[in-house]
């Protein structure tokens, strides 16, 4: 994979966003769906885009490690 300086990368727990998904009733699917190079790349299918306070929850409690990659 080559990693350029302004790449990032957001690290989610599934356990993580299950948990937050089904506060709403939503049961999110994740597979893994590598796609060369991004051997570890994974999909999250069946969630709703709605209501806010699901993605607000999503963005705070699943999806909050962000690995940011500075070179040079």
Same mark, same amino acid.
């Given at each position: 994979?080559? +990693?350029?300086?302004?790449?990032?990368?957001?690290?989610? /727990?599934? &356990? *993580?966003?299950?948990? $937050?998904?089904?506060?709403? %009733? +939503?049961?999110? !699917? +994740? &597979?893994?769906?590598?796609?060369?190079? =991004? *051997?570890? @790349?994974?999909? +999250? !299918?069946?969630? !709703?885009? $709605?209501?806010?306070? =699901? /993605?607000? %929850?999503?963005?705070?409690?699943?999806?909050? $490690? /962000?690995? /940011?990659?500075? @070179? %040079?």
């Amino acid at each position: 994979m080559d +990693v350029k300086k302004s790449a990032a990368f957001a690290l989610g /727990l599934v &356990s *993580e966003i299950k948990d $937050e998904c089904e506060k709403f %009733g +939503v049961k999110p !699917r +994740v &597979s893994h769906e590598p796609d060369a190079p =991004l *051997e570890s @790349h994974v999909a +999250v !299918r069946r969630y !709703r885009d $709605e209501p806010l306070d =699901l /993605l607000e %929850g999503l963005a705070k409690n699943a999806w909050s $490690e /962000l690995k /940011l990659s500075f @070179h %040079g």
